[in-house]
């Protein structure tokens, strides 16, 4: 079973920026970062592909910035201009085989999740 570990959520004003990474046991095809508010469903943010292809919720385009470092087993969420509506736990997530996809039930693994609180 592959183990996800995400980290560098926190507490930022609105506009700042923040940093999020997630660093897997093991090499794992598609990766995606998710959210989740308080009250609200899961719900999609950015995905990669092995190969560097991305994919966006659209509320985020120009705003998020998702990479992946193969070698490490890592990838990255540069978040800027950060606004309240961002505010939710960033979940990681890994697909088993190839393909980004947006949905909760495509992915495999996830990690417990990182806090986001942008304060307005």
């Known amino acids: 079973q592959v183990q996800l570990v995400e980290s560098g959520g926190g507490l930022v004003q609105a506009g700042g920026s923040l940093r999020l990474s997630c660093v897997a046991s093991?090499?794992?095809?598609?990766m995606a970062w998710f959210r989740q508010a308080p009250g609200k469903e899961r719900e999609f943010v950015a995905g990669?592909?092995?190969?560097?292809?991305?994919r966006y919720v659209d509320s985020v385009k120009g705003r998020f910035s998702i990479s992946r470092d193969n070698g490490k087993n890592m990838m990255f969420l540069q978040m800027i201009t950060l606004k309240a509506e961002d505010t939710a736990v960033y979940y990681c997530?890994?697909?088993?085989?190839?393909?980004?996809?947006?949905?909760?039930?495509?992915?495999?693994?996830w990690g417990q999740g990182t806090q986001v609180t942008v304060s307005s």
């Open positions: 990669i592909s092995w190969s560097g292809g991305t």
């Open positions: 093991e090499r794992t095809y598609a």
């Open positions: 997530a890994g697909r088993r085989t190839v393909g980004v996809r947006a949905t909760v039930a495509e992915y495999d693994y």
